[in-house]
């Protein structure tokens, strides 16, 4: 029997969704939708892994193999996952607050590993489900319900962070622009390695500042400047300058190089995934030691 093609009813899930009205997670979740179904996927086929906040509800909306984790801890469960199976691809997602203010350790050592994944940032530039506390991509002086006078923090300038990390891929999208942001998620998950993939999202309830009109305007398609992926330090000045223009596509694509599982020595030339050589070991012998 041939197997029926992906579709979007094999990803449907009755549940409700709980996000705000206009908040940038329908775009993005009809955007991984999407994109899975194109990369011919099934729901078995794939492992998507939640960090906790709005976007994490995700996880309830749709079907398939799904893990929702500790928040700011998304990374280093999915990496785990991607290196005891590397057949089946995993997508990791998390806001600003899980992946820039409390796990960003787990972003730079699986950034500088090179772990084969994809990792998608939903960029609202706050802590959202934990009502608007100000994240540390949040804007200098904004108004938070945790800083009614203005923050004081100066914000991380997150993508030449990113770019500091020597990334082999790097896109950035806008949830008001699905067809496109289709498109980057299937490069992301088609690239070997790491892919780091920031949206930029309205956030109706919270974010006043970088609103879905103003992205709208401000956002434009690398792919109408003629813009050359390979170009390291081009890559760089598009994606940290946003002053006048927000670009977006995918901004810096390094290919050929070995991700970690093909870096190791010990694991060359070895026909087994990780998954398959767990078994049960008997200890009793072991523990006698210590009787
Ligand atoms: C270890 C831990 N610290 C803090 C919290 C409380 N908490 C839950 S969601 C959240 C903020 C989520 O913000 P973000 O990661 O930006 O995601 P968003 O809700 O904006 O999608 C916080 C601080 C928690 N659940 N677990």
């Known amino acids: 029997m041939i197997p ?16 705000c009205d206009g908040c940038g997670n329908y775009g993005i979740h009809s955007a991984i939708k999407r994109a899975l179904i194109e990369l ?29 984790g ?40 699986a950034m ?15 802590y959202g489900l934990t009502t608007g506390q100000a994240s540390a ?49 299937k490069a992301a998950v088609n690239h070997q390695g790491f892919s780091y993939v920031d949206i930029l999202q309205g956030c109706p309830t919270y974010n006043k500042f970088a609103t879905h009109e103003y992205l709208l305007g401000k956002c ?14 081009q890559a760089r000045k598009i994606a940290t300058d946003t002053s006048e223009k927000i670009s977006t596509g995918v901004l810096y694509q390094a290919k050929g190089i070995p991700h970690f599982l093909e870096r190791l020595e010990a694991r060359k030339g070895v026909e087994t995934r990780l998954v398959d050589e767990v078994s049960e070991i008997n200890m009793e012998d072991y523990f006698k030691k210590f009787m």
């Open 112 to 126: 500088r590993s090179n772990y084969n994944m994809t990792f998608i940032l939903h960029n609202n530039s706050n």
């Open 4 to 19: 029926s093609k992906a579709s979007a009813q094999d990803y449907h899930s009755e549940n409700l969704c709980t996000w």
């Open 40 to 68: 011919g996927l099934k729901p078995y086929q794939v492992l998507l892994c939640f960090d906790v906040g709005c976007h994490g509800n995700m996880s309830d909306k749709l079907l398939g193999y799904r893990f929702h």
């Open 220 to 233: 434009y398609d690398v792919k109408d400047a003629n813009h050359d992926t390979s170009d390291f330090n």
């Open 137 to 185: 991509l949040t804007p200098r002086g904004e108004q938070m319900n945790t800083s009614p006078l203005g923050t004081v923090e100066d914000p991380l300038n997150s993508m030449d962070f990113i770019f500091s990390l020597n990334p082999t891929f790097v896109a950035r999208g806008f949830s008001g622009n699905i067809r496109q942001l289709t498109d980057i998620i």
């Open 70 to 109: 500790l928040h700011g801890r998304v990374i280093s469960l999915a990496s785990g996952a991607a290196l005891a199976n590397p057949d089946v691809p995993v997508i990791a997602l998390s806001g600003d607050g899980g992946c820039f203010s409390e796990g960003i350790g787990h972003l730079v050592h």
